[in-house]
């Protein structure tokens, strides 16, 4: 069993900046995938980006949406399971819902996680 706790969210203005982090604890291994996604209302959750590691050859790759990249990063803290995702040059449509994932492999996707966290609300105003 994995838990994830998400931290971060908030109000913010169009153009300006949130980092999101997610913090797993639990039965985590060896190479895994730690992602964000997000739903904003009345609509269908979609993924955000996407980071995997693996401990055998200490080194990930990255996945992002079109939607954010150039805009988002994200980033992990292996030595404390965690995971940031940095929001720059927000727009009102980043308004959502933002949750952090989790799956036991290292196959980078946008399918298969296992564990969600319970979500942070991210606001932006234009």
């Known amino acids: 069993q994995v838990s994830l706790v998400e931290s971060g969210g908030g109000l913010v203005q169009a153009g300006g900046s949130l980092r999101l982090s997610c913090a797993a604890s639990g039965r985590t291994s060896s190479a895994y995938v730690m992602g964000w996604f997000r739903q904003a209302p009345g609509k269908e959750r979609e993924f955000v980006a996407a980071?995997?590691?693996?401990?055998?050859?200490?080194?990930?790759?990255?996945l992002y949406a079109d939607s954010v990249k150039g805009r988002f990063t994200i980033s992990r803290d292996n030595t404390k399971s965690t995971v940031y995702l940095q929001m720059n040059s927000l727009k009102p449509e980043d308004t959502a819902v933002y949750y952090c994932?989790?799956?036991?492999?290292?196959?980078?996707?946008?399918?298969?996680?296992?564990?969600w966290g319970q979500g942070t609300q991210v606001t932006v105003s234009s």
């Open positions: 994932a989790f799956k036991l492999t290292n196959v980078l996707s946008q399918s298969g996680y296992n564990y």
């Open positions: 980071h995997s590691w693996s401990r055998a050859w200490n080194s990930g790759n990255t």
